[in-house]
Each structure stands twice: as structure tokens, then as C-alpha cells.
């Protein structure tokens, strides 16, 4: 049996071989992280929005995490065998050669809040939705500056609308995910309410200025005159006094030195 090829040096290649090898072996795997939004959106390859992508995540369904183990294996990765005996929702593939990885989520994307995104997976033939992608930005507490350019350049490129459409955010849709959460909610309004901020502090132009930030208030209007549940109402009347999000522990090296040695 022949030794697999190694991971490609480039990682937008890396990442359509993944996902041209999922689909040849009836693997569902769409992508998400910073290598979508740069797929998905043409501001993210340009100044003042471009960043350097140095991993790639994906999503794919639990039900196939055996697949999914003896795909990534085929394709040259070792697997973090500790890390991804411990998890029931992700897995994590070093790429030794290049020392990167892949994080690959199963069903659910959980860092400071928890996404359901099960049965979204087969919505677009590539990476999750933008409304989905966006909303994996705008759960984040702590932002840096990678983050916010993808906010940006999802803002910048995709119209916001009241349905689901292939090249739009579902203003309606993510309007809903915060009514039933209080919690997604405050992170989401809190980080919309910035855009303004954001787009200023990255260097966008006037006009760019305008786009994004008429959408982000949009959307932002959308999420504030969504009917709430009870269950969000509860727990509004909490507030802060609660911490409503989790800090996602910090992520160990790319490669250490047990699975680069194999073992």
C-alpha cells in the first residue's frame, strides 16, 4: 500500500483537496474559520481586510467521525489521538509537515457560545452558510484583529437579508438564534454595535465605512425587534450578574513533540 501523499504547502489547495477527497469518499465536510471567509469573500484577499490564514477548520457530522478519522489519515494527517479520545463533538489532525492542523467540529461549533449547525451542512456545497460563518465571528467575546477583518469583509461582501439566500446573511435566521438565547444575544448586539468602531480602527474607506456599518444595524435591528422566548426573558432578567459565555481554553502547539514523534 502506498504512503499517502503529504498535506500541500498552500493552504487554500489544502483545503479543496480536503474537501474534493471528502466528497469522492461520501464524507459530508464544509468549511469554516478564516479560509471560508477568504473563499467566500473577495475583501478578504485585498487591503485593508487581507490576514494570514494559518490553519483550516471544518465541520462535518458525528455519525461519520469513523470516516472522518480514516479520511484525514489517507490524506497524510496524525491525529491527536489524546485530545480526540476525549471529545465527543471535535476532532483535531496535525499536518507534520507544515506544522499546522485541522480542527474539525462534529454537528456542534462550541467556543463562547454553542451552535447546532447539524442540519445546515448541506445548505451550500463548500463551507457552512455566511449567515452561519458570521455568526461564529460575532460569538466571539475576546476579539482580535483577525477576527474582526472577517466581521468586516462578511459585512463588506454579503448583503443582509430577511431570508436564505446563497450569498446573503439571514438577518431573520440569526434574528431567531438570539431570540431563544440571551446569552448569544448580548455577545452578538455588543459586537454589532462596534462595527462602526471596527471598521474605523481596520482602515476601511467612507464608503466601505457606510456599507458595513447600515448592515451591521440592520441586522442588529432585525435581532432587537425578533420576538423573544420566555427562556430568553428569564434570563435577561439575570443580566451580567451571570456570565452569559465561556472562554475557550487556550489551544496547545500545532504539533508537539509526542505526535510529531509518533507516538
Known amino acids: 500500500m502506498n504512503a499517502p501523499a503529504p498535506p500541500l504547502e498552500s493552504l487554500g489547495d489544502e483545503a479543496a483537496r480536503i474537501l474534493r477527497a471528502a466528497e469522492s469518499n461520501g464524507v459530508t465536510l464544509r468549511l469554516l474559520g478564516g479560509v471560508a471567509v477568504g473563499m467566500r469573500c473577495p475583501s478578504a484577499s485585498k487591503a485593508p481586510l487581507s490576514r494570514r490564514y494559518v490553519d483550516i477548520d471544518v465541520i462535518g457530522h458525528r455519525k461519520e467521525t469513523a470516516k472522518i478519522n480514516q479520511l484525514f489519515r489517507e490524506l497524510g494527517y496524525k491525529p491527536r489521538e489524546r485530545f480526540n479520545a476525549l471529545q465527543g463533538s471535535r476532532l483535531i489532525f496535525n499536518d507534520i509537515k507544515n506544522s499546522r492542523r485541522v480542527d474539525i ?137 451571570k456570565r452569559w459565555y465561556e472562554l475557550p481554553e487556550p489551544d496547545q502547539e500545532v504539533v508537539d513533540s509526542g505526535v510529531a514523534a509518533g507516538r
Open 105 to 241: 467540529f462534529l454537528d456542534v461549533f462550541e467556543m463562547c457560545h454553542k451552535f447546532d449547525f447539524k442540519d445546515r451542512l448541506g445548505l451550500e456545497p463548500k463551507t457552512i452558510p455566511i449567515s452561519d460563518l458570521l455568526s461564529t465571528k460575532l460569538q466571539i467575546v475576546e476579539m482580535n484583529e483577525k477576527d474582526i477583518k472577517d466581521i468586516l469583509a462578511m459585512l463588506l461582501d454579503h448583503e443582509v437579508s430577511k431570508n436564505e439566500v446563497s450569498n446573503g446573511v439571514n438577518a431573520t435566521y440569526i434574528a431567531k438564534l438570539c431570540a431563544e438565547d440571551w446569552g448569544l444575544y448580548k455577545t452578538f448586539t455588543v459586537n454589532l454595535a462596534k462595527i462602526a468602531e471596527y471598521a474605523s480602527s481596520m482602515g476601511l474607506d467612507e464608503e466601505q465605512r457606510k456599507c458595513v456599518t447600515e448592515r451591521a444595524e440592520s441586522l442588529k435591528s432585525s435581532i432587537e425587534t425578533m420576538p423573544k422566548t420566555l427562556g430568553w426573558k428569564m434570563r435577561a432578567a439575570v443580566g451580567e450578574r
